[in-house]
């Protein structure tokens, strides 16, 4: 099994609905983060935790909500999705330390017509 | 702020030949840097990273990057790519002591190969 799974892998909605995203993990990292790519653009941070009771915004948080449900889950919802939040989203954990090595999962495809 | 700058958007190279992929960054001190590469369909792998001490770095894959503190810049290089090599790269660095403890990535360059 991989070390950091993502559900659904690919999904379809309409716009207006409300979607989640989940992430699970296996590493025991406490650090979990969810970033979006778009092409020519990389990634960009939407959420973070650094433990259960941590949750930080990053720098595109507007229209995403995460909860953090235990150290080894951490989901992403839109609660009311639109076209340009189509994109290909990615949960990641890291170790405590500052150096920050980054774990990623495959990947959820979203496209929200 | 951080920054990461991935100046060449798409590459193509032809196989055995080298590479080299450039990556600046911008940071008031240095900074952890690191090379992830994304096959297609899946999720971002890491190919290396400097933290500290020799300035060049090994990675998997027979990748290498070279830490220029005089140019702010990670740059990725492979003496012969391979046609498996075809991929998207990202450059990323993190705040050395940070608490918040999150990378910032470039743009990613888009590697082709051809055979």
């Known amino acids: 099994d991989a070390d950091v799974t993502q559900t659904p892998r690919n999904r379809i909605t309409k716009t207006g609905k409300r979607i989640m995203l989940e992430c699970s993990q296996t590493k025991g990292h406490d650090r979990m983060y969810w970033y979006r790519q778009d092409p020519g653009l990389g990634l960009r941070l939407i959420y973070y935790s650094f433990d259960v009771k941590d949750i930080n915004k990053g720098e595109i948080s507007d229209g995403y909500s995460v909860s953090r449900q235990a150290q080894a889950k951490f989901s992403l919802s839109l609660e009311s999705a639109i076209p340009n939040q189509t994109a290909l989203y990615f949960c990641?954990?890291?170790?405590?330390?500052?150096?920050?090595?980054?774990?990623f999962g495959a990947g959820s495809r979203l496209t929200v017509l | 702020a951080q920054s990461v700058t991935q100046p060449d958007i798409h590459i193509t190279v032809s196989e055995g030949a080298s590479l080299e992929l450039r990556c600046n960054y911008s940071?008031?001190?240095?900074?952890?840097l690191f090379w992830y590469v994304q096959s297609p369909g899946q999720g971002l792998q890491l190919l290396l990273k400097y933290f500290s001490g020799d300035t060049l770095v090994q990675g998997i894959k027979g990748f290498e990057a070279e830490f220029k503190r005089s140019q702010s810049s990670f740059n990725l290089r492979k003496p012969s790519v391979h046609w498996s090599d075809a991929a998207e790269y990202f450059c990323a660095v993190g705040a050395r002591g940070s608490t918040l403890g999150r990378l910032y990535f470039g743009r990613g360059t888009q590697l082709t190969v051809w055979p």
């Open positions: 990641a954990t890291s170790e405590n330390s500052g150096a920050n090595v980054l774990t």
């Open positions: 940071y008031g001190a240095t900074p952890y």
